[in-house]
């Protein structure tokens, strides 16, 4: 086999795992409707996709405030200053707070309230022009200000608008998706033009029967704001897009937010090609065809859905598809033969469709698989409304890519988290007091020799994750007992299984980590 061609192929990998942080679309979230899922759980979720982001877990307590108290608000601001590129925090300005505020799970970005109100999230940018500094609020801290003051997800769509209404929005296109135990709406928020202060932003509820998904493209298209259950909107939502032209009502065509304010995802298989594979394994009998550009909004689930099959859909990289990313890797032998390079076996299929241009290559217009080498942390949110707010909203939390990942249960009662799930290790560099390390360092070397490695990987991360998803009946009915009697005593279970599940897990894949330098040492 000619040594060149596989050096240079994998210079090219490496390369393009370093280059790929900042250039790749990022974010999935998958959503399902109380009726689509296996035990009446509305579920939300989210990969968040940047190695700028930090790996911190906090539980923020709920507070009282005082009259006339403000609330400090800052924006993302990239850093690279520290051991490895993040995202620091700039202040912005200060508005009203509000009497109390709920407790919530954070991270990025506000996962989940005590009153089960939880948000995934997924940038699609939108136009550049649209975008403000004028305005004080961006995506982060809009999603924590909604799990401060909402008790559902429609209360937090209408607080939410408002507040950026009048605050300003000073962030890219985002897609919020908003859960509570009842249903699960898709906010989509872009900014009022350069230099205003304001937003234009877009909601729809997906059906209780129905499973949705966003991948880093606004999705809602048309909007009828006569149907308030199912739509909401800012008051300048299609005035502005006929003002700067994105609509003209003299088309024949109707209006739809996705491409009048998110026309360049609609043409790029960056973004479709993930939104046709979600709600095809869901709903494969719909026969979805590859290569659209509007897929529906919303699918019936063939089969009721439950975070199991979430976790399992977030590991995919289209293998077994003819969009797998190695399926066309060959390489010349010393023979002069074509044979299947041996990059498709060992190494994962990430950016081997940009090395040999497969399937469109890189960019919005090229494609990625949902499983990726550079996500921070990745969730699967269930929220369940016959279930007590303490035990009955679970956030199901991964640390790094999501086809290696164990996800362990964070019940929205905890109190608290180990100190190693609290400390950010993008500002340490690689350290054991951050837990995300363990499972980075996994991906990390997994990546590299994936086909033999998957095997090891797979040994340590089913048993846990069968393990803790069995566990939960039990847990609900201890937790729910316990909350009869002394609230303070079934909080502090439910910390306590939060804190072994996290122990456990770390300590595996730390060892895992330790299995994988030595079992390979001489076969890299």
């Not at 990059?343 to 990625?368: C, H, Q, S, T």
């Not at 290696?404 to 799930?421: E, K, N, R, S, W």
């Not at 994750?465 to 316990?482: F, P, R, S």
């Not at 595996?508 to 330790?514: F, I, Q, S």
């Amino acid at each position: 086999m000619r040594i060149t061609s596989i050096l240079t192929t994998g210079l090219s990998v490496g390369f393009l795992f370093v280059a790929s942080v900042n250039l790749s679309p990022a974010c999935t979230v998958i959503m399902v409707g109380k009726k689509a899922s296996t035990d009446g759980s509305v579920m939300t979720s989210h990969t968040c996709d940047s190695h700028r982001d930090g790996s911190r877990i906090s539980v923020v307590p709920a507070a009282k405030h005082a009259p006339g108290s403000l609330r400090a608000l800052t924006k993302r601001k990239e850093d690279d200053t520290g051991p490895m590129p993040r995202l620091a925090r700039q202040a912005t300005g200060r508005i009203a707070e509000v009497p109390e505020t709920f407790g919530y799970i954070n991270a990025v970005y506000g996962i989940m309230n005590q009153r089960q109100v939880a948000i995934g999230e997924s940038t699609f940018e939108g136009r550049e022009e649209l975008k403000s500094d004028k305005g004080l609020i961006d995506c982060d801290t809009l999603t924590q200000l909604m799990l401060e003051r909402a008790t559902t997800a429609r209360e937090a769509i209408q607080l939410g608008g408002a507040l950026i209404e009048k605050h300003g929005w000073c962030d890219f296109g985002e897609a919020l998706m908003i859960a509570d135990p009842n249903e699960v709406w898709v906010m989509e928020i872009v900014g009022p033009g350069k230099d205003e202060v304001g937003a234009v932003w877009a909601a729809q509820r997906v059906p209780d029967d129905h499973v949705s998904v966003v991948a880093n493209g606004a999705r809602i298209g048309r909007i009828d704001l006569s149907k308030p259950d199912w739509f909401m909107a800012s008051k300048n939502v299609v005035e502005q897009a006929k003002k700067l032209g994105y609509w003209n009502p003299d088309s024949g065509e109707p209006f739809r937010f996705n491409w009048a304010y998110d026309p360049e995802n609609r043409i790029g298989a960056a973004t479709t090609r993930r939104e046709w594979r979600v709600l095809d394994m869901l709903a494969p009998s719909l026969k979805l065809a590859p290569g659209h550009n509007d897929y529906p909004f919303s699918v019936k689930p063939d089969q009721p859905v439950g975070p199991k099959r979430i976790m399992e859909i977030f590991r995919d990289t289209y293998e077994g598809t003819e969009f797998d990313m190695v399926k066309d890797v060959t390489v010349t032998d010393e023979s002069g033969k074509t044979v299947k390079s041996p990059l498709a076996n060992p190494f994962m299929p990430y950016e081997m469709n940009d090395v040999l241009k497969i399937n469109g290559g890189w960019g919005r217009l090229g494609e990625r698989s949902l499983a990726r080498w550079y996500t921070m942390y990745a969730t699967v949110i269930q929220v369940r409304g016959h279930l007590p707010d303490e035990v009955g909203g679970i956030v199901w939390l991964g640390y790094s890519n999501t086809a290696m990942t164990t996800y362990v249960p964070l019940y929205a009662g905890i109190t608290d988290l180990p100190a190693d799930y609290k400390t950010d290790g993008r500002t340490t560099g690689f350290s054991r007091r951050s837990a995300w390390w363990a499972f980075n360092r996994v991906a990390t070397l997994a990546a590299h020799r994936w086909g033999d490695m998957r095997n090891d990987v797979a040994t340590v991360r089913d048993p846990l994750q069968e393990k803790y998803l069995a566990a939960q009946d039990e847990v609900a009915k201890e937790a729910t007992e316990l909350l009869k009697k002394d609230p303070a005593k079934a909080r502090a279970y439910l910390t306590r299984i939060t804190r072994e599940a996290c122990r456990e897990t770390t300590d595996a894949y730390w060892n895992l980590g330790d299995l994988l330098w030595t079992k390979y040492d001489e076969k890299w």
